[in-house]
């Protein structure tokens, strides 16, 4: 990997990974055949996890055993990365071990977050809460197809993901050095989308590399909290788009670790006969006087049953 540029060592940035053992789990852990195995894993096993628990309840056993079957279904995917690379259990415990110590736990792939016992069963709430969202997504966009709402299960579009332009994006809004090479490394930069709009507001649920699964909601005309990509609190704000209008434009303030005056106008809008959901967004930095607007696609994908 190229060793940081001056321009980044100024904004702050921690600076290159270069250690090549943890260069290879990077590439191995956001690479396609590895997230879409581990995708199906996690939505084929989170179903006990939409049972709601009342604070102080005790857990269902299945989540335990759940949790159990991850650490085995893991610790066989690792073997094979390690022999696929000729390494030992041994050499990537030290390379992550020094590697963290440098740079923190939060730039490791979600895989590696989701070991601790907390963090697995949040996430994978999180995951049976959105399999829900995708039926009823689904049958909110068979009955709104032609009046230019934008509900629906969406995937990132490989054809048309271009990781130059989502670099420069991330770098625009202050996203750290190492999660901007990581994530440009990464098969596709937002896995999938499900949205549901109806006449008072739009929900978001959706899946990022490293950062798992957050689920939104905005009313129209009001200013709300949300979570951004990277789970950090921000403002955003959109007004009720006219009936029939292909799309939904949108605001959003304060964001985390932009500087005073930082302005974010986004936008999804519907291409290709409704096929194809387009989102863009513009950013301008008052500090650096840019502007950068950087664009995603998605494509429609049928819902889980």
Same mark, same amino acid.
């Given at each position: 990997?190229? *060793? ?46 939409a049972e709601a628990i009342a604070p102080g309840e005790e857990q269902p056993l299945s989540w335990g055993s759940a949790f159990s079957a991850y650490c085995e279904w893991?610790?066989?995917?690792? *073997? ?10 041994? +050499? ?40 829900? =969202? ?32 989502? +670099? ?64 950090? +609190?921000?403002?955003?704000m959109g007004p009720r788009p006219p009936r029939g209008q292909n799309g939904t434009r949108y605001e959003q303030f304060e964001n985390p670790g932009c500087p005073e ?38 494509? =429609? ?5």
């Amino acid at each position: 990997m190229p *060793s940081e540029s001056k321009e980044e060592a100024k904004s702050g940035d921690s600076g290159s990974i270069t250690d090549p053992t943890v260069l290879a789990l990077i590439r191995w852990g956001t690479g396609s055949v590895f997230e879409d195995s581990l995708e199906e894993w996690m939505m084929d096993n989170c179903s006990p996890f939409a049972e709601a628990i009342a604070p102080g309840e005790e857990q269902p056993l299945s989540w335990g055993s759940a949790f159990s079957a991850y650490c085995e279904w893991l610790d066989n995917e690792l *073997s094979t990365f390690c022999s696929d690379n000729d390494l030992t259990p041994k +050499e990537v415990s030290r390379a992550m071990g020094e590697t963290m110590d440098e740079h923190g736990e939060e730039f490791f792939p979600t895989f590696m977050s989701i070991t601790e016992y907390s963090t697995f069963t949040e996430h994978m709430k999180k995951l049976a809460t959105k399999r829900e =969202r995708e039926g009823e997504a689904a049958d909110a966009a068979e009955e709104s197809l032609d009046s230019g709402n934008i509900s629906g299960v969406w995937c990132s579009d490989p054809d048309r993901y271009d990781p130059d332009s989502v +670099e420069e994006g991330l770098k625009q809004v202050n996203c750290p050095w190492v999660f901007r090479k990581v994530l440009k490394r990464a098969a596709k930069f937002i896995k999938d989308v499900t949205i549901k709009q109806d006449d008072d507001g739009i929900e978001f649920a959706f899946s990022i590399h490293l950062f798992g699964t957050t689920i939104n909601y905005a009313p129209y005309g009001e200013l709300c909290v949300t979570k951004n990509l990277w789970g950090k +609190e921000c403002k955003v704000m959109g007004p009720r788009p006219p009936r029939g209008q292909n799309g939904t434009r949108y605001e959003q303030f304060e964001n985390p670790g932009c500087p005073e005056g930082t302005t974010y106008k986004g936008s999804w809008q519907l291409a290709d006969n409704g096929q194809t959901l387009v989102w863009e967004n513009v950013v301008y930095r008052p500090d650096l006087d840019t502007t950068v607007v950087y664009t995603q696609y998605l494509i =429609r994908k049928e819902a889980r049953k």
